[in-house]
Structures are given as C-alpha cells and as structure tokens.
C-alpha cells in the first residue's frame, strides 16, 4: 500500500526576537504524497513569525524528508518548544508579540 501522505522536518529561521536576530526552530509538517520540497518551501514562507528575507529559501537552514515515526516524534518535540508555545499564545489571543515593542 502506497503512504497517501509525505512527512518533512524543517529547520525554520523565526524573527521577532531583536534586531537582526533569529532562532531556528524545527518544524514538522504532514503534506499530500505528491507535495515536494518547493511546495514545502512555500507552506513554510506562509507560517507565521517565519523570518522574511529576499527570497522564500532564506526562511530555511534545512529541509528532508522523514518517516511517520520521526514526524510523530517530532509533533511531541513541538508542544515542548518554549518559543512556539509563545506564538500560539499570542496567536491564539489576537495578539501580535510585536505590538508593544518600542522602536527608536
């Protein structure tokens, strides 16, 4: 039986944690079994917080393909990561962790 879905770990850069700085934060994302890496590329560009560069291939360190296993383990690793529970809170809320940031 053919897998009617493909499985990715990628390594995202996420913004909004000072000027010029970013954190890279793994993500796992279930997509359709004929999706591939340029498809992810573009789903990963929509993701909010996602850092926004000249091109959508700066948003990114790494992206490979990964077994149901590795993409189930993964999905627990996400619910522990401090910074994405912060951008589910705020999302969540209607809040943008930007709004009451003071820029000179």
Known sequence: MINANKYWKVVCRY???GKRKEITVSRYLE???????MDVLKIVAEMPGIKKRQTMMSSIVKAEPISKEQYTHGKEEEKQNFYL?????YRQNGKNPMQNRAYP
């Open 15 to 17: 913004g909004h944690v």
């Open 31 to 37: 997509t359709d079994n004929k999706c591939n890496l």
């Open 85 to 89: 529970q912060r951008l589910r809170t």
